[in-house]
Nanobody, 117 residues
Framework: QVQLEESGGTLAQAGGSLRLSCAISRSIFSLDVMGWYRQAPGKQRELVAVLASSGSTNYADSVKGRFTTPRDNAKNTVLLQMNSLKPEATSTYYC???????????WGQGTQVTVSS
């Protein structure tokens, strides 16, 4: 069983920065794909960033140029660095992961980010 745990969510000011972590209980070297998603109250979950095993990352247009996804391989952790935060970033942020040769997608429980204007 693979476990994902998000952390780092808190209250932040618009224009500020925040770093979220997704700690995975299995080595991230064998990941096929990993993603960051967010869900605002009353809205559908939306993709923020998707990381491929090749090392490339694709970002939603709404966060492109402001969010990045560094990795800490030693800690099996993928980060979501969020800069120039906007109030519309207020959401619960989730990470998910799928391993090579497996169809199942694992999800974390989410971490709440609130951005005040």
């Amino acid at each position: 069983q693979v476990q994902l745990e998000e952390s780092g969510g808190t209250l932040a000011q618009a224009g500020g920065s925040l770093r979220l972590s997704c700690a995975i209980s299995r080595s991230i070297f064998s990941l096929d794909v990993m993603g960051w998603y967010r869900q605002a109250p009353g809205k559908q979950r939306e993709l923020v960033a998707v990381l491929a095993s090749s090392g490339s990352t694709n970002y939603a247009d709404s966060v492109k140029g402001r969010f990045t996804t560094p990795r800490d391989n030693a800690k099996n952790t993928v980060l979501l660095q969020m800069n120039s935060l906007k109030p519309e970033a207020t959401s619960t942020y989730y990470c998910n992961a799928r391993y090579r040769g497996r169809a199942y997608v694992y999800w974390g429980q989410g971490t709440q980010v609130t951005v005040s204007s």
